[in-house]
Each structure stands twice: as structure tokens, then as C-alpha cells.
T-cell receptor
Framework: QSALTQPASVSGSPGQSITISCTGT??????VSWFQQHPGKAPKLVIY???QRPSGVSSRFSGSRSGNTASLTISGLQAEDEADYHC??????????FGGGTQLTVL | QVQLQQWGAGLLKPSETLALTCAVY????????WSWIRQPPGKGLEWIGE???????NYNPSLKSRATISIDTSTNQFSLHLNSVTAADTAVYFC???????????WGQGTLATVSS
């Protein structure tokens, strides 16, 4: 299966909001997750089930979906948010796919 | 708090078998799926497959049956074997625990596996 489609990079200034898109998710299932990954580190779950935040994740992170495109929005951008972000979707038939990843730069 | 610690051989020659193990600390196997995910240098994540506490498995079809995931509930460990490796299998391999499908909440530290002749 082909990877989900994400923009290669996005950027924003501190305090602004940014949105990262992820196209190709299966709208039959509410099983879309987002991960934050700093260089040399393991990914960290920031959104699951399209809109849910795990305990301990800042409320500045939010998820949504329209059709087969999921989105991650980070509001009140902070320097520590600079990282790679990966989306992940359940496609049915016991198959999981990831996006290619998006590099977020905080200007 | 559940923690995962993984280990395995880091340098392999083409056609050899990659073997990695992940130990689970601070929790039990039941009620979760246990997965392997990899990341080639400079690229995105790729799901390899998963296993539950009963031993039921699912795999990424792109690996063409080269991957085998197993579980040992007596030692709280699960393993990945990937046979007939090529340079394209060079990646950082992560083990992970999921709350539910795609929600990988706990990750191992990652292991770099390099395939080179």
C-alpha cells in the first residue's frame, strides 16, 4: 500500500497556529494517529482516534478529519514544537500505514 | 508505567536474518497489541507488523512474508525476525505497545540495523 500523503515541511512563528494535512486515510475507521518525533528520539503519540489526546499531551495539539484527509493543528506554536510529525491510519484488512512525515520549523 | 527495552544485532550482511527482541517492564501483555515499526535513515515510519498476547499476528504485505513476530509471555518479551535482508532493510527498528490500532503509546529506544556487504 502507498504511504499517506503529508507535506514535506511546514513552518510558523512562535504563537501562531499551523496545520499539517494527511491524505489517504480510510474514512470507514476512526483510527488515525499523529506522532511527534525529535531528532534521534522515538516517536511520541500526540493524537489518536482522529481527535483524542493522550494524558499529558498539551491541549495546543488537536486533530480533525474531513473525508479522507486528517489534520493536526498546533496552536500557540512554541520552539519545543519543532520536530517531525507523522500520521498513521488503519486501512482495514488488519493493515496500518504511515505518512512520509512532515518537518515543522519554528521560525 | 510500562517501559520497553529492545536489543539485537546491528550489522548484517545481505541474505542474513535480522533478529530483535523487546522486553516489557511494568505491565502485562494482555489487552494490547505489540508492534514493530521501522524508519530508514532520513525517511518516514513503516509498520512491519504486530502480535497480541494470544499470539495472533498481522504483517505488512510489502515485506512478502519475510517477517515473523513471536511472543514469550513467560519472559514478557516479543521478537522480530526478518530474513533475507538487503540494503533496503537498513533502518532504525522500534518496538511499540498500542492502546488500540495505530495508537502506539509506548516505544522502545530504537535499534539501528545496517545491512552491508
Amino acid at each position: 500500500q502507498s504511504a499517506l500523503t503529508q507535506p514535506a515541511s511546514v513552518s510558523g512563528s512562535p504563537g501562531q497556529s499551523i496545520t499539517i494535512s494527511c491524505t489517504g486515510t480510510n474514512s470507514d475507521y476512526n483510527l488515525v494517529s499523529w506522532f511527534q518525533q525529535h531528532p534521534g528520539k522515538a516517536p511520541k503519540l500526540v493524537i489518536y482516534e482522529v481527535t483524542q489526546r493522550p494524558s499529558g499531551v498539551s491541549s495546543r495539539f488537536s486533530g480533525s478529519r474531513s473525508g479522507n484527509t486528517a489534520s493536526l493543528t498546533i496552536s500557540g506554536l512554541q520552539a519545543e514544537d519543532e520536530a517531525d510529525y507523522h500520521c498513521c491510519s488503519y486501512q482495514g484488512n488488519n493493515q496500518v500505514i504511515f505518512g512520509g512525515g512532515t518537518q515543522l520549523t519554528v521560525l | 508505567q510500562v517501559q520497553l527495552q529492545q536489543w539485537g544485532a546491528g550489522l548484517l550482511k545481505p541474505s542474513e536474518t535480522l533478529a530483535l527482541t523487546c522486553a516489557v517492564y511494568g505491565g502485562s501483555f494482555s489487552g494490547h497489541y505489540w508492534s514493530w515499526i521501522r524508519q530508514p535513515p532520513g525517511k518516514g515510519l513503516e509498520w512491519i507488523g504486530e502480535i497480541n498476547y494470544r499470539g495472533a499476528t498481522n504483517y505488512n504485505p510489502s515485506l512478502k512474508s519475510r517477517a515473523t513476530i513471536s511472543i514469550d509471555t513467560s519472559t514478557n518479551q516479543f521478537s522480530l525476525h526478518l530474513n533475507s535482508v538487503t540494503a533496503a532493510d537498513t533502518a532504525v527498528y522500534f518496538c511499540a505497545r498500542s492502546l488500540l490500532l495505530t495508537a502506539y503509546i509506548t516505544w522502545g529506544q530504537g535499534t539501528l540495523a545496517t545491512v552491508s556487504s
